[in-house]
């Protein structure tokens, strides 16, 4: 089974609609977080979490929000999504004692 | 703030040495990582430097001069398989501690028979 997975793994939406992507980890790290990726770019952080009662904003959080529901779970909501949040969402973990960020196969979103 | 500058995409052949570049501006961090992603797939961890210098793995190998401001992957001995984007990731000193990355654009990998 997988560390890190991603549900859904792939959601086409249309424009307002609220959307939930959700992070499950069994690595048992503190550590938390959600990037985006755009084509040729490469991944810019949205929102990290460092223990349930920890969250923090990432460098593209506006139109996103997070929920730390459990050490193992983190969960990314677009509460109106606008085609221009068209991109491939990772969740990635790490733990307190090393910088090694372990990855999610991603969840590839379309808002139409 | 930071910035990571590496070539957008690099050809090579099957067998030879590749060297994918990476030069950063930023105010202080706390090492250098690679990470690889293959089309489709998920980026994985394949190298950290913290130290100035030399690490290897296996047929993977990365540096670090800090007074030049520069890093680069080293892949020996390519497979096909190692056709994929390469990305060079800082960990920026921050209040938060040394956990967030700030990732380049990423390097596309070709190698070809």
């Known amino acids: 089974d997988a560390d890190v997975t991603q549900t859904p793994r792939n959601r086409i939406t249309k424009t307002g609609k609220r959307i939930m992507l959700e992070c499950s980890q069994t690595k048992g790290h503190d550590r938390m977080y959600w990037y985006r990726q755009d084509p040729g770019l490469g991944l810019q952080l949205i929102y990290y979490s460092f223990d349930v009662k920890d969250i923090n904003k990432g460098e593209i959080s506006d139109g996103y929000s997070v929920s730390r529901q459990a050490q193992a779970k983190f969960s990314l909501s677009l509460e109106s999504a606008i085609p221009n949040q068209t991109a491939l969402y990772f969740c990635?973990?790490?733990?307190?004692?090393?910088?090694?960020?372990?990855f999610g196969p991603g969840t590839r979103l379309t808002v139409l | 703030g930071q910035s990571l500058e590496q070539p957008s995409e690099v050809t090579a052949v099957e067998g030879a040495i590749v060297q994918i570049n990476c030069t950063y501006q930023t105010s202080g961090f706390y090492g250098l990582s690679w990470y690889q992603q293959h089309d489709g797939g998920a980026p994985t961890f394949l190298s950290y430097n913290a130290l100035d210098g030399l690490e290897e793995t296996g047929r993977f190998s990365s540096f670090l001069s800090r007074s030049d401001s520069y890093g680069y992957l080293l892949l020996q001995e390519l497979q096909m398989k190692d056709s994929a984007s390469y990305f060079c990731?800082?960990?920026?000193?921050?209040?938060?501690?040394?956990?967030?990355?700030?990732f380049g654009k990423g390097t596309k990998l070709s190698v070809i028979p």
């Open positions: 990731a800082v960990n920026p000193y921050s209040g938060a501690g040394s956990y967030q990355l700030t």
């Open positions: 990635a973990t790490s733990d307190r004692l090393q910088d090694t960020q372990y």
